[in-house]
Structure formats: structure tokens, C-alpha cells
């Protein structure tokens, strides 16, 4: 039986080298189109809005400390929900893990502050992932031995989280308020961490420009890689050419970007302690699943969780461990939030940015690569950055949040576009035609030479 004429997907049996770069930058070109339509409807000037956002957001004056700020938490978050998405399970739970996270490190820090940074800062750090690792446990355990869904408890958890980060600065006198200034009497307000807890800053000069340096050098030496392993496994020349053109490109954009600092001037840019921490966190967690036996047993209980059980691997326990994995990365977010930044425990401040549920954007925008996860979560804290400074009257409000999501339906569309392709007149016999075919040709070979 043949489909009626007319476009249909089909699965793609290869993926071109090319493809994985073109659907990322592809998406990015179809937000900007739509979130243009949008704005010319409404009566304003898209490449104004946008030569404003690239401005405020990624080359003026302080903007790439202010998007290291922004940026930093939401490295965290994105890794949790990568971490727990690439085996399919569904922590939404990151926002309330990110506070309890923050709650433990911040008490960490007020009680050993005395004690210089060499203590106060690995102590706030292991205590923030240490309350995100039982905190992520609780729907872990739930989903692997009674089959609750992970993506209920954990939402339901978020709540809870954000009451008793309200309870311990608004409705109690707590250790972790201040009840002996005369300010803290009057408002609620957390404890101020000493200076020994504040985490170090790097500051620098740097020309905005090296941000696109540093992405072109990524991908060139991706498309490095990639060239050299098809030549290595004997890949047609088509691809081979197709490979070695792609990284020449690559390269004149590397040129391009270098010559585009040299004329960029260079301005002082504060490079927080978390965010080191959280790139070094995205190179453990791709290590962890590309290279180890744990990486691999994940991938198969996301993939089949029966082939999975099959071959004997403890499936609930890759649970509760990928769980708690996901709840430690962002509770450690929580900790880098009080000690980069707050240095005070915020209640209202850290359940207004929801860092936790942006993580979730910033982690599917990625691709779930924990390696992307960084550069995206830049790419969204230059942009978010830029919203809140150019809110006004002739900016529109809501501007930023409708290319964020823009982006991210876009980004959703390409991954289907990434496994099929789009082709047009007649398909070919279905499955199941083709094989009543076969059996139709076989009986008729038995009716006339007998069985074999």
C-alpha cells in the first residue's frame, strides 16, 4: 500500500557532519525571524531592539560581568536537568534543590566564617551539595521503588523548598536571620556571611569579542574532530569533503573574531568562583557519561529500561544515583548564589529569578550536552541581562521572554529535523506491504518448486 502523494518525514539512516551545527544556528536565524514579525506588528523596529539587546547584553560597558552573574546559577541548573534528562528522567525539581542548596551553605558559612577561606568555602560548597543530594533522593527513591512519577514529586517539592526558605527569613527567628541589627528588627532579613565566606573574584581585562573567539575555537575543533574520525573510519570523500570544508570555514569565522577584538576595546570583567567551578563541573559530568561504566549503564536504562534489566544492571539504583547527581549540581548552584553573589540568605530574591526552571530551558537548548550547557547558559544571561536594563517605556517588556521562548520552540523543531527529513511525491511500500509481498513470492516459488 502506497501514502498519497504529498511531503512526509522519513528517518534519516545518517546524519550529516554538518547537520548538528546547522540545526543550533538554523533555530537561533527562525527565533530572530519570528520575534521580528512580532515586534513589526506591534510598531517597533526589530534591528533596533536587537542592536540594543547585542549591546547592553554582550559588549557594553560591564556587560559580560553582569552576564557571568546571571550566568553562573543557571550553569548549575542546566547541568542538573542534562544530567537527569539524558536518562530519561524528569527532575523538575531543580529550583527547590538550587534553594535548600543555598539554605546549607549559607548556614555552613555563618558558622564557620571565623575560620578563614580555605575552610569556609569547601564547607559551604559540601554543604550545599550534600542537602541537594537528600533532597533530589526523596522523588529518586519514590520513582524507582514505588514507581511515583519524578516529575510530579520533584514539582511538588520546589514548593516546599520555596516555604521553607519563606519560613527560616520571614516567620521564625532562625538562625539564618538577622535579629540583632537594627535594620533586621524592623525588616527580615538573612545574616550577612563574613568576608572569610565570600567566594574569590578574578578580575580582568578582557575584549567582549574573545567570547566569540573562544565559541569559534569550539567549533572549529569540533569539526576538527569530526574530519579526522571520518577519515579515520574510511568515510566516502563526498563527506570527507564536506568535513574539510566546514572546518575552513570555521577557521576564516576564527580569523574574523580575532580581528573583531582587536578593534573592540577591552573592558574589566569579574570572573566569580562558581563559574569556574560550574565549567569544571560540565567537564566531569561529560567525562562521567561518555567514558565510564556508569555513563553507559545510564544510556542504556534511558534508552530500554528491559534490555537494561536484561542484562542485569541495578536499574533502580542508576535512578536514585542520576537523581542525586542532578539534585547536587544544583544545589551547588544555590551555594555559588550566596557565595559569589548575595552573601546573605534572599528569600524573595532567589524564588523571583527561578533560576531552577530557566535551567530546564538552558539544558534542552543544549541539546542535553553538558559541554553546551555553558555557552547557552551565557548566551540566555547576556539576553536576560539586557531585558531588565532596557525595561522601559519604549522598550517592550515582555521582549525578552518572547525570543526565549522563540528560541526554544525553534530549537525543539530542529531536533526533529535533526532525525527526519522532509520529503516530497510518493513514499515507498510501507513495511508491512513489502513484507506480504515477500511471503506472496515465497508461496508461489513453493507451489512451483516444491518446499526446500
Not at 519570528?34 to 549591546?55: C, E, K, M, N, Q
Not at 568555602?121 to 522523588?139: F, K, N, Q, S
Amino acid at each position: 500500500m502506497r501514502t498519497p502523494p504529498g511531503l512526509r518525514f522519513e528517518r534519516r539512516l545518517t546524519t550529516p557532519a554538518w547537520l548538528p551545527f546547522a540545526v543550533p544556528l538554523g533555530s537561533i536565524v527562525a527565533a530572530l525571524l519570528i520575534t521580528g514579525v512580532i515586534l513589526a506588528a506591534t510598531g517597533v523596529d526589530p534591528f533596533s531592539v536587537y542592536r540594543r539587546l547585542f549591546d547592553r547584553g554582550y559588549v557594553g560597558d560591564g556587560a559580560l560581568s553582569s552576564m557571568l552573574v546571571t550566568a553562573t546559577p543557571l550553569i548549575f541548573t542546566g547541568l542538573a536537568a542534562a544530567a537527569a534528562f539524558r536518562m530519561r528522567v524528569f527532575n523538575i525539581g531543580a529550583e527547590g534543590q538550587l534553594y535548600v542548596g543555598a539554605i546549607a551553605a549559607s548556614g555552613a558559612g555563618l558558622a564557620v566564617g571565623g575560620s578563614g577561606a580555605g575552610v569556609a568555602i569547601p564547607a559551604m560548597a559540601v554543604a550545599g551539595i550534600a542537602a541537594g543530594v537528600l533532597w533530589a533522593a526523596i522523588p529518586g527513591l519514590l520513582r524507582a521503588y514505588t514507581g511515583t512519577s519524578e516529575l510530579i514529586t520533584s514539582l511538588m517539592l520546589n514548593y516546599l523548598g520555596g516555604l521553607l526558605l519563606t519560613y527560616l527569613i520571614f516567620d521564625s527567628r532562625s538562625y539564618w536571620r538577622d535579629t540583632t541589627s537594627a535594620n533586621g528588627r524592623i525588616f527580615p532579613t538573612g545574616k550577612t556571611l563574613a568576608d572569610a565566606a565570600n567566594w574569590p573574584t578574578l578580575t580582568t581585562l578582557l575584549a567582549p569579542a574573545i567570547v566569540l573567539v573562544v565559541l569559534a575555537l569550539a567549533l572549529a575543533a569540533s569539526l576538527g574532530r569530526r574530519a579526522w574520525l571520518a577519515r579515520r573510519a574510511g568515510a566516502p570523500a563526498a563527506q570527507r569533503r564536506r568535513s574539510r570544508l566546514a572546518l575552513g570555514a570555521a577557521l576564516v569565522v576564527v580569523v574574523l573574531c580575532v580581528a573583531l577584538m582587536n578593534v573592540t576595546p577591552a573592558q574589566s570583567v569579574d570572573f566569580p568562583l562558581g563559574f569556574w567551578i560550574g565549567l569544571l563541573a560540565a567537564l566531569v559530568v561529560w567525562v562521567l557519561y561518555r567514558d565510564t561504566r556508569f555513563g553507559y549503564e545510564v544510556r542504556v536504562v534511558g534508552d530500554s529500561p528491559a534490555a537494561a534489566r536484561y542484562a542485569g544492571m541495578r536499574t533502580k539504583r542508576k535512578i536514585v544515583a542520576v537523581m542525586c547527581l542532578s539534585g547536587g549540581l544544583a544545589a551547588l548552584g544555590g551555594a555559588s548564589q550566596i557565595g559569589d553573589f548575595s552573601h546573605v540568605l534572599d528569600a524573595r530574591g532567589l524564588q523571583q529569578v527561578a533560576l531552577g526552571y530557566t535551567g530546564i530551558v538552558v539544558a534542552a537548548l543544549a541539546r542535553f550536552n553538558p559541554l553546551a550547557v555553558p555557552v547557552v547558559a551565557l548566551v540566555l544571561g547576556g539576553l536576560t541581562n539586557a531585558g531588565f536594563s532596557l525595561q522601559g517605556a519604549d522598550f517592550p517588556s515582555g521582549m525578552v521572554g518572547i525570543l526565549q521562548g522563540a528560541l526554544l520552540l525553534c530549537t525543539l523543531a530542529g531536533e526533529v529535523l535533526g532525525h527526519y527529513r522532509l520529503r516530497g511525491g510518493r513514499s515507498a511500500p510501507s513495511v508491512d506491504a513489502s513484507a506480504e509481498a515477500a511471503t506472496a513470492e515465497v508461496s508461489a516459488a513453493d507451489v512451483v518448486l516444491g518446499p526446500t
